[in-house]
Nanobody
Framework: QVQLVESGGGLVQAGGSLRLSCAAS????????MGWFRQAPGKEREFVGAISRSLGRTYLADSVKGRFTISRDNAKNTVYLQMNSLNPDDTAVYYCAASRLVPPGRDPADFDSWGQGTQVTVSS
């Protein structure tokens, strides 16, 4: 498995932006598709987006299309989630995850390794 550590969460006002980072170690990062999920209190873990292993093809949930982008830097073993135009509904703990599936899935069960999560809070 690959070890994942998220960073970049915090408190932001509605309309603001944050960039989350997820640093990977332990295995060859470029062998894994990477995903972002989020979980709000009392709700199930929700797919946010994913990026393929090498070509960098991205997949985004409808709720974040046009606002969030995913990118990866295989040389730095890092995946990013750029979040713009944030609103209070985006408040959640955000997790990155790694998957060997091609293409990456959208279900948490499709992902093998998980980070510990980083809190994102959007105030109105």
């Amino acid at each position: 498995q690959v070890q994942l550590v998220e960073s970049g969460g915090g408190l932001v006002q509605a309309g603001g932006s944050l960039r989350l980072s997820c640093a990977a170690s332990g295995r060859t990062f470029s062998n894994y598709a990477m995903g972002w999920f989020r979980q709000a209190p009392g709700k199930e873990r929700e797919f946010v987006g994913a990026i393929s292993r090498s070509l960098g093809r991205t997949y985004l949930a409808d709720s974040v299309k046009g606002r969030f982008t995913i990118s990866r830097d295989n040389a730095k073993n890092t995946v990013y989630l750029q979040m713009n135009s944030l609103n209070p509904d985006d408040t959640a703990v955000y997790y990155c995850a790694a998957s060997r599936l091609v293409p990456p899935g959208r279900d948490p069960a499709d992902f093998d390794s998980w980070g510990q999560g980083t809190q994102v809070t959007v105030s109105s």
